[in-house]
């Protein structure tokens, strides 16, 4: 059974910093894209930061600057340094392990709160 678990969420003050982790079990293919996603009420799921398969890290723009992913995709660990917090980034931050070679899959955790204090 496969499972993303993440973790490191928590409230923050603005201007703070937290460190996301999420922890993949149970996939046997290599070649996983990693990713972190965030969802705040009432508002579509968005792209925060990727790491391709080769390792490089793509973050949003609107995060550029600020958060930092790293992790590992023969391991399929991924991290998440958000410094800089603002009160609007307050959300559910989701991790991902995205496949498209066959055979292709998207998991998905189940996420970790951020709330960020004005």
């Known amino acids: 059974q496969v499972q993303l678990v993440e973790s490191g969420g928590g409230l923050v003050q603005a201007g703070g910093s937290l460190r996301l982790s999420c922890v993949a079990s149970?996939?046997?293919?290599?070649?996983?894209?990693m990713g972190w996603y965030r969802q705040a009420p009432g508002k579509q799921r968005e792209l925060v930061a990727t790491?391709?398969?080769?390792?490089?890290?793509r973050q949003g723009s609107s995060v550029e600057g600020r958060f930092t992913i790293t992790g590992d995709n023969r391991k399929i660990t991924v991290y998440l340094q958000m410094d800089g917090l603002k009160p609007e980034e307050s959300a559910v931050y989701y991790c991902?392990?995205?496949?498209?070679?066959?055979?292709?899959?998207?998991?998905w955790g189940r996420g970790t709160q951020v709330t960020v204090s004005s």
């Open positions: 991902s392990a995205r496949r498209v070679m066959t055979p292709a899959y998207n998991y």
């Open positions: 149970g996939i046997r293919f290599s070649g996983n894209a």
């Open positions: 790491l391709t398969i080769g390792g490089t890290a």
